[in-house]
């Protein structure tokens, strides 16, 4: 009961964001996941299906291939790619 109230407001987060972001996809994955997935995949699409405010196209529910590893991964990326992506706004000239 307390994990089907928490996967109900998981998919009012979940279908906001993607009204807001007009997403296509939401990957679920986490340390966690793998003891939420039976639970918030029964309880998650029905909340998005009835959803107010519909995607003009719609929105898709998967998990990530990465495994409990795709937040450091994910992270880690986004550090590579400040760190080693050309920065333009140092080019400019105050």
Known sequence: ?????????VGHA????ASLL??????FSGPMWPHL??????VVPPVIAQWPY?????VSLVESTLGEN???I???CLV???ALSPQPQSLLLA
Request: proline residues 3%; aromatic residues 6%.
């Open 74 to 76: 994910g992270a880690g």
């Open 80 to 82: 590579l790619d400040r």
């Open 37 to 42: 997935r039976e639970r918030f995949m029964t």
């Open 54 to 58: 519909p995607s003009v196209h719609g």
């Open 14 to 17: 979940v279908s906001t964001a």
């Open 1 to 9: 009961q307390i994990l089907d109230g928490w996967g109900a407001r």
């Open 22 to 27: 007009d997403a296509e996809m939401i990957i």
């Open 70 to 72: 795709a937040g450091a």
